[in-house]
């Protein structure tokens, strides 16, 4: 059946690669890119654009209602180190955002919704070696707490109003087409772009910090099969745990150096490494695996190899 998915962040990190590849399936037209800025010449020059801004529902609606949108992918949020920054904007956008669209299901103007959370739903007293499913969760920063109530919301949207919401906690995520947004990960995405242009990184996690990670491909693949899966496989509608690899800085560093042997390192650790200690080394994905059948494709070597190819 001919979809028409209107995606909210779109200019984003995920949203751009996330927009192009969906308009490749289903013909520009069909695809209708939103956020609050314009993103880069490859997004706009590809199909239909809105300035929208997530938590203004009647201008959601309107712009439901003029494209006949049946599937949401609502991408807009705060990320974990800018909503330090700023916790009250961060609790509003990443809540409003959400209930904005939850509530455009629960009126049956969407039939279908993918709302991604993160492991930042994990917090200090979360087991940090192969995180379960379901285990303790204690976030400690407000982007954590607002994706574990998001996760809550989603489910109970499920369960009282039959909301086909979908949902996947994303590792950190590694990309070469548009700079990450404010996260704690992003030293992962820098360290490449640096290597290459100066030959040296200043990073701001320690060396020894071990965190799941995926590269983008994976995470959009994932992605739009969970968005594929029919309704009755999906038994868990908070959000997927999901995991490719887990490493640390000096592992990258030694996966880089191996194409770029002069390539130096230093370490500055900052408030970010405060966040990456609360959250898990790696990650337990055996649900997703098995309810929608998630196999990872891009290790460490193979994600080093396509960001310096690309970047280059
Ligand atoms: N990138 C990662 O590593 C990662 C990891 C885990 C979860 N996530 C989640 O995935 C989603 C997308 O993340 P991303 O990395 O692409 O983020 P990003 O910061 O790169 O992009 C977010 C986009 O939302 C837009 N935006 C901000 N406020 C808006 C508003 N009021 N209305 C409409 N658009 C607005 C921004 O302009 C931006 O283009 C977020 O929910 C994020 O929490 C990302």
């Not at 997004?43 to 949108?69: H, K, N, Q, R, W």
């Not at 999906?234 to 490719?244: D, G, M, P, Q, W």
Request: proline share 4%; net charge negative; charged share 25%.
């Amino acid at each position: 059946m001919q979809q028409t998915i209107l995606i909210i962040g779109a200019c984003g990190q995920i949203g751009t690669e996330l927009t192009l590849l969906l308009r490749e399936q289903h013909g520009a037209d069909a695809v209708i890119a939103s956020d609050i800025r314009q993103g880069n010449d490859g997004l706009m020059d590809s199909g239909p654009f809105e300035i929208l801004d997530a938590t203004d529902y009647d201008a959601l609606e309107e712009v439901v209602a003029y494209y006949g949108v049946d599937t949401v992918y609502l991408m807009a949020a705060m990320l974990s180190a800018t909503a330090e920054k700023f916790p009250e904007r961060a609790w509003d956008l990443n809540m409003n955002s959400l209930f904005n669209v939850l509530n455009l299901g629960k009126e049956k103007k969407v039939d279908r919704i993918f709302w991604p959370s993160s492991i930042a739903v994990f917090g200090p007293n979360t087991p940090k070696t192969k995180t379960p499913q379901h285990t303790i969760m204690e976030p400690s920063t407000v982007y954590g707490i607002s994706k574990q109530s998001g996760e809550r919301w989603c489910e109970y949207y499920f369960e009282k109003y039959g909301v086909d919401v979908r949902s996947i906690r994303y590792p950190g995520l590694v990309s070469w087409k548009t700079m990450p947004g404010g996260g704690t990960t992003d030293y992962a995405v820098e360290i490449y772009h640096e290597a290459l242009s100066k030959g040296s990184y200043d990073c701001f996690l320690d060396s020894d910090t071990e965190l799941p990670m995926m590269f983008m491909e994976d995470a959009i693949r994932a992605t739009l099969t969970l968005m594929d899966t029919a309704s009755e496989h999906i038994k868990i509608r908070s959000s997927y745990n999901l995991a490719a690899m887990s490493f640390t800085p000096s592992d990258i560093v030694k996966s880089i150096q191996k194409k770029l042997p002069d390539f130096t390192v230093s370490y500055t650790s900052d408030s970010r490494q405060k966040i990456a200690d609360s959250w898990p080394n790696s990650i337990d994905d055996s649900f997703a695996r098995n309810d929608w059948g998630w196999a990872p494709e891009y290790d460490l070597e193979r994600t080093t190899k396509e960001m310096l190819q690309n970047l280059r």
